[in-house]
């Protein structure tokens, strides 16, 4: 069974960072490109930045510079740091599994919340 769990979210001011995490279980990891996708209140899921398995990333427009996506194939593990936050930059995060349209392999998320 796939599992994907994210923490690392939290409520943080406008300039300020954070770093999610996400461990994944059930799967070869390291043999899948990864995906972080958000949803802000009241709106769809929105792609945010993928990982191939060797290790090439890309990012939405509107956060490059500001977010960088990694991962730990030794651990299983997913990350996205977050800096230069903004209000925009508010919703929930949810670690994907692979790099398509299809989101619904996902997990429970991790709320971000920037507010001064």
């Known amino acids: 069974e796939v599992q994907l769990v994210e923490s690392g979210g939290g409520l943080v001011q406008p300039g300020g960072s954070l770093r999610l995490s996400c461990v994944a279980s059930?799967?070869?990891?390291?043999?899948?490109?990864m995906t972080w996708v958000r949803q802000a209140p009241g709106k769809g899921l929105e792609w945010v930045s993928s990982?191939?398995?060797?290790?090439?990333?890309y990012y939405v427009d509107s956060v490059k510079g500001r977010f960088t996506i990694s991962r730990d194939n030794a651990k299983n593990t997913l990350y996205l740091e977050l800096n230069s936050l903004k209000s925009e930059d508010t919703a929930m995060y949810y670690c994907?599994?692979?790099?398509?349209?299809?989101?619904?392999?996902r997990g429970q998320g991790t709320q971000v919340t920037v507010s001064s």
């Open positions: 994907v599994k692979g790099a398509t349209t299809d989101w619904s392999t």
């Open positions: 059930g799967f070869a990891f390291s043999s899948y490109p």
């Open positions: 990982i191939a398995n060797g290790g090439n990333t």
